[in-house]
Structures are given as C-alpha cells and as structure tokens.
C-alpha cells in the first residue's frame, strides 16, 4: 500500500491549481520501522513540510484544489460537483488508511444512493448505515461514507478506505 498511497500524495500534488484562499488539505504519514514521513499541506499556505529521519524542509507550491473529478474508486468519481475539503494518508508497512473529506452540492440521502447504486456497480458490497454506507471494497478492504447535512441541499462527507 505504500506505494500507491505515495503516489496518490504526488499525484495530488501535482494537482496544484490557481492561488485562491482554500485548498485541498493533504496529509500523509508513514513508518515503515526505520523512521516516520509525514508530508503536509494545509490547504491554506500552499506549504508542505516533509519531515524524515535525518532531512526536515518546507516546500512552497500553489494551493492544492481537488474536486470530485480527481478522486476515483474504480471509474466512480465523487457525487457530482464535489469539492475535496481534505485527504489524510496513514501508511504502515503495507497496510494503510485513507480518508477523504468533501462537500457535495447534494442533501445527504442522494449522495449515500449515488454512491450506492455506482459502487454497486463497481463491485463493492455495501448497505446503508445511518445517513451513510459501509461495506467492502471489490479487493474486501473496509469501506465507509459518513454523511452529514450542511445547510440548504448540501452534504459533508467522510470517506474512509482501509
């Protein structure tokens, strides 16, 4: 897992887009038993710190802005609209978890059965728990969207992945 979870930090972070105010806050721990990585990005300074055993720096790039349309769980995108308010990789050996927070233009209930209906499709098994779902993913890795509303029409979600 920890080489996939590095490349989707990179990817997002070649991602980089225009320098408005917020951005997608990235974040990425590792330790793999002969020291720890953490890469950040806070979505707000366009600044990563990368802190390893024996180099510490920051890095300033553009603000991060990811929407629905860079994030993918086999072909199936973010309901429609999306914005990704947050991502936090933890990666241990090759185990890992990965969560993705966003805001969807959508109440919570057409959310939960969009992705529902294009999991489904896309081989994960899943039932509604709450406002949300959990279940498995097509390789049965654990899988949860928590769902909560925000305001007129609108959702905040929590993806996680193990």
């Known amino acids: 897992m920890r080489p996939m979870m590095l490349g989707l930090t990179l990817a997002a972070l070649a991602l980089g887009g225009c320098d408005n105010k917020e951005g997608t806050t990235i974040t990425l721990n590792e330790s793999d038993g002969n020291g720890a990585m953490a890469l950040a990005d806070n979505g707000q300074a366009g600044q990563v710190a990368l802190?390893?055993?024996?180099?510490?720096?920051?890095?300033?790039?553009?603000?991060?802005?990811?929407?629905?349309?860079?994030?993918?769980?086999?072909?199936?995108?973010?309901y429609p609209g999306s914005k990704v308010t947050g991502m936090n990789i933890d990666a241990d050996h090759d185990n890992g978890t990965v969560h993705i927070a966003f805001d969807s233009p959508a109440d919570p209930a057409t959310v939960r059965d969009y992705f529902q209906t294009k999991l489904g499709g896309a081989g994960f098994t899943l039932h509604a728990e709450g406002s949300g779902l959990a279940g498995t993913t097509d390789e049965d890795k654990p899988f949860r969207l928590d769902l909560q509303p925000d305001g007129d029409g609108h959702a905040k979600g929590m993806i996680t992945v193990s």
């Open 51 to 78: 802190n390893l055993p024996g180099f510490s720096g920051k890095i300033n790039l553009p603000k991060l802005h990811l929407d629905g349309d860079d994030v993918e769980f086999n072909g199936v995108h973010l």
